[in-house]
């Protein structure tokens, strides 16, 4: 089945700096990637996707790049700020269609 | 609007001891599912169904039980607790099959097995 590796497990940046999370993932019948932001006390939520058609996708200030041959993604995210402070997670369709998460990226973000 | 409820937000269990954790979505969803989340593991799969009526197991199935009698209710159960069951567990939703439809989560339910 489906196997996805996340790094880092943590990621202190300063407020305006950007910050990467990097995904690598096993099944390369694996078509769709998306990403989840945690805050603290609630749920994942969806905050950006990509289809295996697609290299790359903007909105805003983030911004996500998939490389099927080597089957890596990445989530980026320009001028942070404190309010992106949460974990965040990535996640591929497994085989079966059920998402496979990663293991988390703590994000913190200092003014 | 709701979206996905899950009840209890907190429970302490003895080792042993059973409870069903309960799940609603108001959307109308057809797909409901249930993970557990824990320290550096991510969010694994349990239990899912597709439908009213229907479940199947997941990725980490063993010592759970799971209904869908109505629709917007998918309950997950314990019959015998033990403290490796430890965890926050999270119902999410989805309104199709397809599999870019994003899944909808609730805050979750933080259990402790003593």
């Known amino acids: 089945g489906e196997n996805v590796e996340q790094h880092p497990s943590t990621l202190s940046v300063q407020e305006g700096d950007s910050a990467v999370i990097k995904c690598t993932y096993s099944?390369?019948?694996?078509?769709?990637f998306p990403w989840y932001k945690q805050e603290l006390g609630k749920g994942p939520q969806l905050i950006i996707d990509?289809?295996?058609?697609?290299g790359e996708k903007k909105d805003q200030r983030i911004a996500v790049t998939l490389n099927k041959t080597a089957k890596h993604f990445s989530l980026h995210i320009t001028e942070t700020q404190p309010e992106d402070s949460a974990v965040y997670f990535c996640?591929?369709?497994?085989?079966?269609?059920?998402?496979?998460f990663g293991t988390g990226t703590r994000l913190l973000v200092s003014p | 609007n709701a979206g996905v409820t899950q009840t209890p937000k907190f429970r302490v269990l003895k080792t042993g001891q059973s409870m069903t954790l309960l799940c609603a979505q108001d959307?109308?969803?057809?797909?409901m599912y249930w993970y557990r989340q824990d320290p550096g593991m991510g969010l694994r799969l349990i239990h899912y169904?597709?439908?009213?009526?229907?479940?199947a197991k997941g990725e980490v199935p063993d010592g759970y039980n799971v209904s869908r009698l109505k629709k917007q209710n998918f309950l997950l159960g314990l019959e015998s607790a033990a403290p490796s069951q430890t965890s926050v567990y999270f119902c999410?939703?989805?309104?199709?099959?397809?599999?870019?439809?994003?899944?909808?989560f609730g805050n979750g339910t933080r259990l402790t097995v003593t």
């Open positions: 999410a939703s989805r309104s199709t099959s397809n599999y870019n439809s994003p899944l909808h």
């Open positions: 099944d390369s019948a694996s078509n769709y």
């Open positions: 990509i289809r295996s058609n697609v």
């Open positions: 996640a591929a369709t497994s085989s079966f269609q059920k998402l496979v």
């Open positions: 959307m109308n969803h057809e797909y």
């Open positions: 169904s597709v439908g009213e009526g229907t479940t």
